[in-house]
Every structure is written in structure tokens, then in C-alpha cells.
């Protein structure tokens, strides 16, 4: 079914263009409106798409098309590859879409507001632009290859987004490591395509998924005894990691955060860093063909969803406590569709992208009103003096702690229930994976709650500890920043009614969620009714216990639980605080070796082999050869030529000559006689003609070079032999003088 | 040796040899250098022409593209640059060793006509549909002589290093030699109207004597 | 002249090899005459090049006549270096014209011994 999917992409990429080539002569209200405009036509287009014309294919398993051209075709018969430019909605894409298109204009309308004062006001919104373009090329795209585009575009945007402000060093650097360690899991992407393509035959999504059977060429082995698709899964997940963050691709995220709050907002919240949940769900079919991937996938996350909340508990700016909590929630939704719960992964990602951006949006308002400062240990009582921010943050706050009602608790129970019921392992053996994985999700959830709520409690409760001079420019933002604010904490509050689990009330059709995305990807997973209310009330006591907790320490500023803490465990402390120093490692693992090898070839290689041995070393070479040249040269080119010609000329003359003996043999019997004109050697492998002219009127022309000849009369005759090469044309003769009797 | 071809095939082919032919000779006996230049582009296109009646579609346009349109413009822009009509076209010098050689390529000519005339002539195979087309030739070049086609983009940075580096001025070098070669002349003409500083080497004498020239 | 009907297609023709081959010398002989005889640098230059095209068309017809692109692919490299050469070729000459003043060849003699 053909539709015109390509607009949803190719507004902003025109947006974009615009901007780069106008914007910077624009008023700024021009530019917002392009800007805003082309993401929110593409709004209204998905939206269309999804909602009217999607459902009529649905139903049947069809999903909305659009191919734009043929991108390349080569090869034939069984390694044959086409490649189109093409695009494909289904239920999957198309709740993406919706997500990236609607977050992201409400975001362009929000950084109307953030980036008023800044100078390069055009160039953001075009980045922007760019990356929901290249965003929406990776979603939307019916095939490996078209995803890797948008794939690598977002990570540029998010380099060039990151690293916006690129006159201070350190926002270049963050934005380099960002790219970077997207780079390496690219790699791993690249790899698993490549073995994909080698042993399933196609890189289009719908024919991978169709030929993912147990019986297809991917579930031979291929290396320590597992099967091609374990492999091809695991190099795509390395990919995964590094564009959503996971261990041990995830230390680019918090250094992301040196780029400006919306751009945190979308890229590294909502929409970029899902991308390779998006992926894992997309080719869930060759992940069902591989548990033991799966069940690394899914300890990944939960180990990852651990690790960084644990960071969070320790980090004093509103950002990187964000930053770190999307590396866990990212976590979660890696152990949901790990567990092969990826309507539960997914609808955690719509929910996630909700309250992630609107707990961004508030740090960007907070950091507003303290003067540009994310600093929270000199924050406090802000709840006051940001009505509007204070209430959206506490909307999204309890979504992400899982508080019954709102999205996050939908969202985060279905995880942690599939994780615990799922059966996904048992013939692999593996079942202890699924309870493991649920018990860290569990104790993640505990530190989500804690964390976050130490958040909260500092950052908008208790006293002020921020100094007068900021204190006296604390406001509330501008209308245009908390629109945006007011309708995300509305979709967090209330987003997660799509996924009820309805079975548990017996009216399954109140899953909408899993309803949509079930001709897509099939596989749904059953959860007794027992453990899903269990997990109910558990996730729940969990997420009321960690708020409890964070009161007990951090309720109206710094209590002293906190200060005990931090005065009996100071190493640990700090070692959290300085997240493990995971960069650090990386640095003495990684970098200085990478460096120290560069250094050795600077000074070996560079100076040494090719400077002096190459470079110089040819120079005097030729240097040398001239020398003896130039001894035989006479230093008027045109007459080498000449000679040339000359040689040349006197060459073919005696080349083409006919061998001929030095003197003809003739043995004379009697009145005849036996001429030989054969040279002596080898004979000659020419073409050649003899001419016999006996002198009495009778010549012979034959191949051979013998003739034999009987004189009528006797006499003195003289015997010529002409010998022609064919081929030259060229002859020479010879005389004989002959008497017969 | 019969040929096989039609009329207009065979006329075809005499008009361009003699375009050809009375192009190249034209090109050499010109004193004008613009107009040899002008009459070998003119020789170029016909020769493009005629690789198009061998088939060879895709060198022709590579004929007119690269040849007359790159090459000869590059001639014309040194024309311009050394723009002298000269007096006798003919070089000189060896004059004897250049007219031997001439001979001895007159000699080559009709030696390999002759070889050609004794030869059998073939049949003229038709070429396939997409002989000498842009596809064929570039998956030729593209597969089995990939090599070669990247050593060419090599030799081709070689030739514009090598042109910029051989063409670059060295008026700083000139102006620092000529500056030198003035102080020299200077010193000397100090030294010959007053010999006797050359003995005292006194100081301000010198610059006295300077001052002077 | 026999009048029978080519079997060429059309945009080919059947002309034999060897008229093609005569052509190639003849251009090769006036190319070289040129080098050897004229003073003038720059038709000098010219001769060569057309020396290189006169390589060029025997290619070509041999290629045509045992319907073998190689010979395509052959002729386009020479193409290539004949641009290369081209270049420094003239390169060469403008540098000798800035030192020499002239590009006559008789007094480019520095050389000789």
C-alpha cells in the first residue's frame, strides 16, 4: 500500500536546509516557525498515517509502504542485494513516529523560550531539525541499511547538538565521546548486518522476519558452537549499547549533558538513545531464534539499570542525576524485550519518553531561574517559587517511581512481571535468568525511587541554599517553555492507561498497547494472573518505600542520615560519586595504550621509516640513478627521438629479412639436380615462399626448401633461389652457378 | 583485400581520415601556435568521430571531454602565456640526425602497410549492444583493472604535484639574489674609486663612501 | 564497389581493421615528424600528443575486431597519462620560458655537452 510516508521525514530535512541556508537572516520568529512548522506537519501527517490509514492493513498483518527509489542493486542470484530507499510503517514505527514528531515540537516550541538568548539561535533549530529528520529515516526505514542512515545521522546531530556551544573544550570533547563510543558500537551493528545478510539472504525487515524460522541457514553454527543468529544478535546489541547506553558503551551519556537542556531533553532522553531498543524490537524475530542473546540482552540491562542508579544516588547536578536515570530506565527496557516481553520493553519507552522529557524540560527551567546553575546542593525550596515546573516535575516524578495511576507504574510492572513469568528460557536452560533479571529490576526500581526522590526533595523542598544574588532572580519560566512542560506531564500522568493489563480484570481488550502491537510482533507473553497482582503490590511497596527512604535522608534539604552516611563510608561515597570511575578506566585501558601506540609510530614509523628511508631514501635513489644517467646523455630530446626512429627502422629492416643460407647446396646427379636452401639451425618457424628459377625457362614456387629439378639440356645454368616472407613481404635471393651434363 | 562495408561507411571513413590527416598536418606545419592549437582540437574531434564508427562510444565523448576540452585548453592557456610567433618553424640544429629519423619512420610506415596489405583481412565481427558503452567499459574498470584505475588517480597527484612544483615562481629567491648581486656591486665600486679603504677598513670612511654613491 | 547491404548494425560499421590500422600509422608518422623537426616547444608538445592518439586508434580497432573491451579500458589510461603528461610537460616549459625567456628549443642547449 503506497502512501506518502517519505513527507514524514523530508519536512524537517527541509526545515533543516532552509534553515542552514536562510536562517541566519531571519528574525527569530521566522526560524522557530520554520522550524517548529516542518516537525509539526510531520505530526500531523503521522498521525494521519496512523490513525486512519494503518488500522485498514493492520488488521491483516500489512503495514503502510512507500518506496522512493532504488537505492543500489548489485550482484546476482543468490548473493543478490537490493536496496531500497524505502519507508514502512506498522504499529512499532508508528508509535514511534508519533512520540518523536509530537516530543519533538513540543521541544522546538520549549527552546523558542530556553534559547532566546542565544546568538546562533538558527543553527540549533536546524540541528534540531536535522536530527528529527535523520531520527525518523532511522524508524521509519524498511530495511537495515536505511535504518543505519538515520542511524549514523542521529549520532551526527547528536555530536553537532552536544557539542553545540564548541567554543569551550570540554562541550567539544563531550561531544566527541559521544560519537566515539557511538563509533564502536557501529562496528558491532556493521558486523551483525554483514553476518546477517551472508546467512539469511536479506536485509529488508519484513523478509528477515519472515525468514526467521528454526529451519533457516541463520541456526547453523558459526563459532564456539553457537548459531549464526546468536552472533549476528549479539554484534547488533554492541550496537545497541553504544547508541542506548548500556555497559559498557554508556559513559558518553552523562558527558552528553554539556549540550543545551532540550537537546538532552529530546535526543537523550526520548528519542536517540531508544533507537536500539527500537532496533532489538524490530528484528525480535532472529532474537526469538537465540534465547542465550536474549537472556545477555535482558542481564545487560537489569545489570546496567543497577549500576547507574546506584551512580545517581551520589551525583549534585540536576542533570547527570538525569542522565544516569535514563541509562537506567534504558537498562529496563533492554531486560523487557531481553525477557521477550517487547510490548512491555516498548510501551516502557513511550511512557519513559513522556517523563524523561518533562523531567528535563524542568532541569532546563530550573537551570533558568538559578542563573544557569544545575548545581543541587545549592538548591532548595524552589516548589514555592516554580509552581508551574514544580508541578510537572511531581507528575513526572511519581511516573518514574512507579506510583499507581501514573504511566511509569504501568510500564515498569510489566517489565518486571514478564521478566519474572517469562518462559522464554526454559529450553535453553536458563530459566534462573528471567527471576535473576527481576530482582535487579526490582532493586533498580528501589534506587530509581530513592534517587529521584532525592531529587525532588532537594532541589524543590526545605530551605534555600542558593546565595542571595541568585536567590533574587529566581522566577518562573515564560509561558512558551511551560506549555510544553504541562502537556508531557499530561502524558506522563496519564499515558500509561494504553497498557492496563486488562486479563487481570478479564477485559483483555483494554491492552490497547498490546492489541497494537500484536501483528507485529507476535510473540505476547503470558503472565498468571497470581504473580502480575503480586508484582502489583510489590512494585509498588517498593516504589513507596524508596520515596520513604529518600525523606528519611534528604526530606527538606540534608538530614542526618545523609551526613552518617557519607561520614562512615567516605571512600564509597566518593567512589560513587565519582561514578565508579569508569571513565577512568577507560582511560588507562583504552587511551593512554591507543596514545602510547600513536606516539611509537609518530617516532618510529613517521620519522624514522618513512621520512628518512622512504622519502629521502628515493630522493637520493634517483639522485644516484641520474648520476649514472647523466653521463650517457647528450641533452637534445628531439634527436633521441630521431635515433629512436633510426634504431627503430634498422631494427624491423633486419628482423624482417628471410633466413637464408650462405650459399645455396646443389648436388648435381646427372641432368638433374637437388637444390637445398635450408639454413643451417633450427628451422625457421616462418611463413616462408621459395622460389626455384632454374634458368631454363621453369621456375618453381613452393613452401619447402628443397627442390629437385631435371634439366633438359645440358649446359651451364644459374640457379636462383628467391626466398619471401609471407608476412614482411621482404625477400633476398641467391645465385648458383650449376653445370650439368 | 575487398572491403565489405558500405557506401556511406566507407565514405564516411575517408572524410574523417582526411580530417584526420589534414588536421595532423596542419597541427605541424603552423608557425601561429594558436593555430596549431586550434586545428588539433579540430583534429581531435575528428578522431572522435572516428573511434565513434569503431564502436568506441564512450571514448569518444572521453575524446572531446578530457583531450580537446581539457588538454587543449591547457595548451591554450600556455600559449597565451608564451605568446611569440617564431621566426623558422624548423629546428636547426642536427638538422641531418631529425630528416635521417623522419626518413626512417616513412620507412616503418610503409613496411607495416605492406605487412597489413600481405596479411588476411578478416571479417569485421559486429559488436555486441553495449560494446563500448559507459556501463560495460566502467564495470571493466571497475572490476578487473580496478588497480590500474586507482594507480591512475595516484599518477595524477604526481603530475599536479609535480606541475605546481616545477611551475612555482621563485621571485623571492630571484629578488634576494638580485639584492645580493647589487650590495656586491656596490662594495666593488667603493673599493675602486678608494683603493686605500680597502687597506684601512676604517668604519665611518666606508660609510662616508656610501653615502657618496 | 559490390553493392552488398552491411550486416552492421546501425551505429556500427565494417570497415576493415586495417584501413584504421593505416590511419594509426600515418598519424603516428606525422606526429613524429612533428617532434623531430619543429623548434617551437609547444608543437613539439602537440606531436606527442598526437602520436599518443594515433596509440589510441590502433587500440581501438583491434579492440573492435576481436570484440574486446580491454582495449577500451587500455586506451582510457592512456588518455589519463596523456593528461598527466600533458600537464607536466607544459609545466616544464612554462619554467623554462620564466628562466630562458624563449621556448625555442635550438637554445635550450644548457644541456649538451
Known amino acids: 500500500m503506497l502512501f506518502n510516508l517519505r513527507l514524514i521525514p523530508l519536512m524537517p530535512f527541509?526545515?533543516?536546509?532552509?534553515?542552514?541556508?536562510?536562517?541566519?537572516?531571519?528574525?527569530?520568529?521566522?526560524?522557530?516557525?520554520?522550524?517548529?512548522?516542518?516537525?509539526?506537519?510531520?505530526c500531523f501527517v503521522a498521525f494521519d498515517a496512523f490513525f486512519t490509514r494503518l488500522p485498514e492493513v493492520a488488521e491483516t498483518g500489512g503495514a503502510l509502504t512507500d518506496v522512493v527509489w532504488t537505492w543500489f542493486s548489485v550482484g546476482s542470484g543468490d548473493t543478490a542485494l537490493k536496496v531500497d530507499l524505502a519507508f514502512r510503517m506498522d504499529a512499532l514505527s508508528g508509535l514511534l513516529c508519533l512520540i518523536i514528531t509530537f516530543i519533538g515540537f513540543l521541544i522546538h516550541v520549549y527552546s523558542a523560550g530556553y534559547m532566546a538568548h542565544e546568538a546562533d539561535y538558527a543553527r540549533f533549530f536546524a540541528y534540531l531539525n536535522l536530527f528529527c529528520g535523520a531520527m525518523l529515516v532511522l524508524v521509519l526505514g524498511d530495511s537495515l541499511p536505511v535504518m543505519f542512515v538515520g542511524w549514523e545521522g542521529v549520532g551526527l546531530c547528536s555530536y553537532l547538538l552536544i557539542g553545540f556551544w564548541y567554543t569551550d573544550n570540554a562541550n567539544a570533547d563531550a561531544g566527541k565521546k559521544a560519537f566515539i563510543t557511538n563509533r564502536v558500537g557501529d562496528f558491532g551493528f556493521l558486523l551483525g548486518m554483514f553476518l546477517l545478510f551472508q546467512y539469511g539472504g536479506s536485509l529488508n525487515f519484513a523478509e528477515i522476519t519472515a525468514g526467521a524460522t528454526p529451519s533457516s541457514a541463520l541456526m547453523q553454527p558459526f563459532w564456539l558452537g553457537q548459531p549464526v543468529v546468536f552472533w549476528a544478535a549479539l554484534l547488533l546489541f554492541v550496537g545497541a549499547c553504544g547508541k542506548s547506553a548500556q555497559i559498557p558503551l554508556y559513559v558518553w551519556l552523562p558527558d552528553a549533558m554539556a549540550g543545551p537542556t532540550p537537546v538532552s531533553a529530546l535526543i537523550h532522553a526520548a528519542t536517540m538513545v531508544t533507537a536500539g531498543v527500537y532496533m532489538v524490537a524490530r528484528l525480535h524475530a532472529v532474537y526469538l531464534l537465540s534465547p542465550l542473546a536474549m537472556a545477555i540482552v535482558a542481564l545487560v540491562g537489569a545489570a546496567t539499570a543497577v549500576f547507574a542508579a546506584i551512580i545517581g544516588f551520589a551525583q549534585n547536578d540536576f542533570k547527570k542525576v538525569l542522565a544516569y536515570?535514563?541509562?537506567?530506565?534504558?537498562?529496563?527496557?533492554?531486560?523487557?524485550?531481553?525477557?521477550?516481553?517487547?510490548?512491555?520493553?516498548?510501551?516502557?519507552?513511550?511512557?519513559?519518553?513522556?517523563?524523561?522529557?518533562?523531567?528535563?524540560?524542568?532541569?532546563?527551567?530550573?537551570?533558568?531561574?538559578?542563573?544557569?546553575?544545575?548545581?543541587?546542593?545549592?538548591?532548595?525550596?524552589?516548589?514555592?517559587?516554580?509552581?508551574?515546573?514544580?508541578?510537572?516535575?511531581?507528575?513526572?516524578?511519581?511516573?518514574?517511581?512507579?506510583?499507581?495511576?501514573?504511566?511509569?507504574?504501568?510500564?515498569?510492572?510489566?517489565i518486571i512481571a514478564g521478566a519474572f513469568a517469562t518462559d522464554l528460557y526454559r529450553e535453553a536452560g536458563l530459566a534462573w535468568v528471567g527471576?535473576?533479571?527481576?530482582?535487579?529490576?526490582?532493586?533498580?526500581?528501589?534506587?530509581?525511587?530513592?534517587?529521584?526522590?532525592?531529587?525532588?526533595?532537594?532541589?524543590?523542598?526545605?530551605?534555600?541554599?542558593?546565595?542571595?544574588?541568585?536567590?533574587?532572580?529566581?522566577?518562573?519560566?515564560?509561558?512558551?517553555?511551560?506549555?510544553?512542560?504541562?502537556?508531557?506531564?499530561?502524558?506522563?500522568?496519564?499515558?500509561?492507561?494504553?497498557?492496563?493489563?486488562?486479563?487481570?480484570?478479564?477485559?483483555?481488550?483494554?491492552?490497547?498497547?498490546?492489541?497494537?502491537?500484536?501483528?507485529?510482533?507476535?510473540?505476547?507473553?503470558?503472565?498468571?494472573?497470581?504473580?502480575?497482582?503480586?508484582?502489583?503490590?510489590?512494585?509498588?511497596?517498593?516504589?513507596?518505600?524508596?520515596?520513604?527512604?529518600a525523606w528519611a535522608f534528604y526530606g527538606r534539604g540534608y538530614r542526618e542520615p545523609a551526613h552518617q552516611v557519607a561520614f562512615k563510608f567516605p571512600r564509597f561515597v566518593a567512589l560513587v560519586r565519582d561514578k565508579f570511575r569508569v571513565d577512568e578506566l577507560y582511560d588507562a585501558i583504552i587511551i593512554r595504550p591507543l596514545r602510547g601506540l600513536a606516539r611509537l609510530l609518530f617516532q618510529v614509523v613517521d620519522r624514522v621509516l618513512i621520512d628518512k628511508f622512504l622519502v629521502e631514501g628515493v630522493g637520493a635513489a634517483v639522485d644516484v640513478i641520474g648520476r649514472i644517467a647523466r653521463f650517457f646523455q647528450m641533452g637534445d630530446a628531439q634527436r633521441y627521438m630521431a635515433v629512436f626512429a633510426i634504431g627503430a627502422a634498422g631494427l624491423v629492416f633486419f628482423a624482417s629479412r628471410p633466413p637464408v643460407p650462405d650459399d645455396l647446396r646443389v648436388t648435381v646427379e646427372g641432368m638433374s639436380v637437388q637444390v637445398d636452401a635450408r639454413r643451417s639451425g633450427r628451422p625457421s618457424a616462418r611463413e616462408l615462399q621459395y622460389s626455384f628459377d632454374f634458368d631454363d625457362g621453369r621456375e618453381e614456387k613452393q613452401t619447402v626448401p628443397e627442390a629437385h629439378h631435371a634439366y633438359r639440356q645440358p649446359g651451364r645454368y644459374t640457379i636462383k633461389v628467391t626466398v619471401t616472407d609471407l608476412r614482411w613481404g621482404t625477400s633476398k635471393s641467391l645465385k648458383q652457378k650449376v653445370e650439368v651434363q | 583485400m575487398e572491403p565489405a562495408a558500405t557506401f556511406w561507411d566507407q565514405i564516411t571513413f575517408w572524410i574523417l581520415a582526411a580530417c584526420v590527416v589534414g588536421g595532423a598536418l596542419y597541427t605541424m606545419t603552423r608557425r601561429n601556435p594558436v593555430t596549431a592549437v586550434m586545428s588539433l582540437v579540430g583534429t581531435f574531434f575528428a578522431l572522435a568521430a572516428t573511434y565513434a564508427t569503431l564502436s568506441a562510444h564512450f571514448l569518444a565523448i572521453i575524446q572531446i571531454l578530457v583531450y580537446a576540452g581539457a588538454i587543449m585548453v591547457l595548451f591554450i592557456f600556455v600559449v597565451m602565456i608564451l605568446n611569440r610567433e617564431e621566426v623558422a618553424p624548423v629546428a636547426l640544429r642536427g638538422l641531418g640526425a631529425r630528416i635521417l629519423g623522419v626518413v626512417a619512420g616513412l620507412y616503418l610506415v610503409f613496411v607495416f602497410a605492406r605487412v597489413i596489405h600481405l596479411g588476411t583481412s578478416a571479417a569485421?565481427?559486429?559488436?555486441?549492444?553495449?560494446?563500448?558503452?559507459?556501463?560495460?567499459?566502467?564495470?571493466?574498470?571497475?572490476r578487473d583493472f580496478l588497480y590500474p584505475f586507482e594507480s591512475i588517480s595516484l599518477l595524477l597527484l604526481v603530475a599536479i604535484v609535480g606541475g605546481v612544483v616545477i611551475s612555482r615562481s621563485h621571485k623571492k629567491e630571484v629578488a634576494a639574489e638580485q639584492a645580493a648581486e647589487r650590495r656586491k656591486i656596490v662594495e666593488q665600486l667603493a673599493h675602486a674609486d678608494f683603493p686605500a679603504l680597502s687597506d684601512a677598513g676604517a668604519g665611518d670612511a666606508h660609510g662616508g663612501a656610501g653615502g657618496h654613491h | 564497389m559490390p553493392a552488398t547491404p552491411t550486416a552492421a548494425r546501425e551505429g556500427t560499421t565494417d570497415m576493415p581493421t586495417s584501413y584504421y590500422l593505416i590511419l594509426s600509422f600515418v598519424l603516428f608518422l606525422i606526429g613524429t615528424s612533428g617532434v623531430l623537426l619543429r623548434r617551437n616547444a609547444l608543437i613539439v608538445l602537440m606531436g606527442i600528443e598526437l602520436q599518443l592518439n594515433a596509440g589510441n586508434l590502433a587500440l581501438l580497432a583491434f579492440s573492435r575486431q576481436l570484440g574486446d573491451q580491454k582495449g577500451h579500458a587500455f586506451a582510457f589510461v592512456i588518455i589519463a597519462l596523456a593528461a598527466a603528461e600533458a600537464a607536466v610537460g607544459l609545466a616544464i616549459l612554462v619554467a623554462l620560458f620564466r628562466s630562458r625567456q624563449t621556448i625555442n628549443l635550438d637554445e635550450a642547449s644548457l644541456m649538451k655537452r
Open chain 2, 124 to 142: 569485421v565481427p559486429v559488436p555486441s549492444e553495449t560494446f563500448g558503452t559507459v556501463a560495460s567499459i566502467g564495470d571493466l574498470l571497475f
Open chain 1, 435 to 549: 527471576k535473576l533479571v527481576s530482582f535487579m529490576l526490582m532493586a533498580a526500581a528501589l534506587g530509581t525511587a530513592f534517587y529521584m526522590s532525592r531529587l525532588y526533595f532537594l532541589v524543590f523542598t526545605g530551605p534555600s541554599r542558593a546565595d542571595a544574588e541568585t536567590q533574587k532572580h529566581i522566577h518562573e519560566s515564560p509561558g512558551v517553555m511551560v506549555g510544553p512542560l504541562v502537556l508531557l506531564a499530561i502524558g506522563a500522568a496519564l499515558g500509561g492507561f494504553i497498557g492496563i493489563p486488562g486479563a487481570l480484570v478479564d477485559h483483555p481488550e483494554l491492552n490497547l498497547i498490546g492489541h497494537l502491537f500484536e501483528p507485529v510482533l507476535g510473540h505476547e507473553l503470558e503472565i498468571p494472573h497470581g504473580i502480575e497482582i503480586a508484582f502489583i503490590v510489590i512494585s509498588t511497596a517498593i516504589a513507596a518505600s524508596g520515596i520513604m527512604l
Open chain 1, 14 to 42: 527541509i526545515g533543516a536546509a532552509l534553515l542552514m541556508l536562510f536562517g541566519r537572516r531571519w528574525k527569530r520568529d521566522t526560524v522557530v516557525l520554520v522550524a517548529a512548522g516542518a516537525v509539526l506537519a510531520s
Open chain 1, 325 to 414: 536515570s535514563t541509562v537506567s530506565q534504558l537498562g529496563f527496557m533492554f531486560a523487557g524485550v531481553g525477557t521477550g516481553n517487547f510490548d512491555g520493553g516498548i510501551f516502557h519507552l513511550f511512557t519513559h519518553a513522556f517523563f524523561k522529557a518533562g523531567l528535563f524540560l524542568c532541569a532546563g527551567s530550573v537551570m533558568h531561574a538559578m542563573s544557569g546553575s544545575g548545581d543541587i546542593t545549592r538548591m532548595g525550596g524552589l516548589g514555592k517559587k516554580l509552581p508551574w515546573t514544580h508541578g510537572v516535575f511531581v507528575v513526572c516524578w511519581l511516573a518514574i517511581c512507579g506510583i499507581p495511576i501514573f504511566s511509569g507504574f504501568f510500564s515498569k510492572d510489566a
